[in-house]
């Protein structure tokens, strides 16, 4: 009898652990870069929202879509984007017990969409995949010199990936060389389901900016309905592929037809509208947050100064200091 008591017990204790990490999600915001360094003061407000996870972005630029040669870690970038900042980044959020993602990404002249970077000669090909090599190796080895937990190989690069898929698998040999952590990728939305590498990464990485209503002021209902277009799909996706849905980036702008077209960011869009963002972003979080195949995810975006940004008035991505905060803390706070 001793003896099956304590068989239960370990059995009973074994299934409290499962459930205890089925229930473990990254919470993670995704953390702007600055022209200076981080301090404690910076970090206590994600402390506060109860994020476990950052993501620090270093940015590498081009001149335009046709343009091979990517420059970085520049004194003309700002500290947060180069590679002393992100040492600094990640080391003060450590101090404080964060896990962090290292998301370089690459900034186009006038901001135009990383997607359709596609060059126009064999030659100019070369040198994308020389230069774009070049800057994520070096920030992959600082990912490991400072011990970060995952490290995203790229952002929305669709067009690179289509036509140079055999590049891609080179670089993440190359990758694993010198980095030990995770592995992900930011695919788009619509992006994900085509590109090519899952199998040789840790998580399907998407930037979740899935259409979800059309209406105005969508309630949470109405956008839980649009997410019905997509949860069968990327479950089964998940499932296929035996590999966990990491939500890369995540969030709604705080303006009408907050759902219909979720990634622009466009400034003529400056109607503010707080209730279309946060019942938008409730939705997000009910429909995929407690779900298996689902890992969690990185809210777009929170800037260092947290007393400044955001507010009522604000027509952007950011849930500072506005209601939306006040549910995402709580979300939060419950995994």
């Known amino acids: 009898m ?3 008591i304590i068989i239960g017990l370990m059995v009973l204790l074994s299934s409290c652990d499962i459930t205890s990490n089925a229930n473990k999600k990254i919470n993670g915001v995704s953390f702007v870069a600055s022209r ?5 003061g910076h970090i206590k407000p994600v402390l506060e929202l109860h994020a476990n996870y950052v993501a620090i972005m270093p940015f590498g630029f081009i001149r335009n879509l046709e343009h091979p040669r990517i420059t970085y870690n520049s004194n003309r970038q700002w500290f947060g984007e180069t590679k002393e900042g992100v040492e600094q980044y990640v ?37 994308l995949e020389e230069t774009y090599s070049n800057f994520i190796l070096d920030f992959a080895k600082v990912a490991e010199e400072t011990k970060v937990e995952l490290f995203c190989i790229g952002t929305e690069l669709e067009t690179f990936i289509d036509h140079r898929p055999e590049f891609w698998f080179e670089l993440i040999k190359h990758i694993r060389e010198i980095y030990s952590g ?7 939305w619509n992006e994900y389901n085509r590109t090519p590498f899952w199998n040789a990464l840790d998580y399907i990485g998407i930037d979740a900016y899935f259409p979800v209503s059309d209406l105005l002021t969508p309630t949470v209902e109405d956008c839980k309905q649009g997410w019905t277009n997509y949860k069968a799909d990327l479950e089964m996706f998940s499932e296929n592929l035996r590999k966990p849905i990491l939500f890369t980036e995540f969030g709604y702008r705080s303006v009408d037809y907050a759902g219909k077209r979720p990634w622009e960011s466009d400034r003529q869009m400056n109607t503010v509208n707080l209730e279309a963002q946060l019942n938008a972003t409730q939705a997000l979080f009910e429909t995929c947050w407690d779900e298996n195949w689902f ?33 995402i803390k709580d979300w939060y706070a419950r995994y």
């Open 182 to 188: 995770k592995l992900t990728y930011a695919a788009n």
């Open 91 to 127: 080391n003060a959020f450590k101090a404080k017990q964060f896990r962090v993602m290292v998301k370089p990404q690459i900034w186009v002249s006038r901001g135009e969409f990383t997607g359709k970077i596609k060059m126009s000669s064999e030659e100019a090909w070369k040198e």
């Open 295 to 327: 890992a969690g995810g990185f809210l777009w975006k929170w800037h260092h100064k947290h007393e400044t940004s955001g507010g009522s008035e604000n027509f952007m991505f950011t849930p500072q200091n506005k209601p939306v905060e006040v549910f």
């Open 36 to 40: 200076d360094s981080i301090n404690n």
């Open 2 to 4: 001793k003896c099956f």
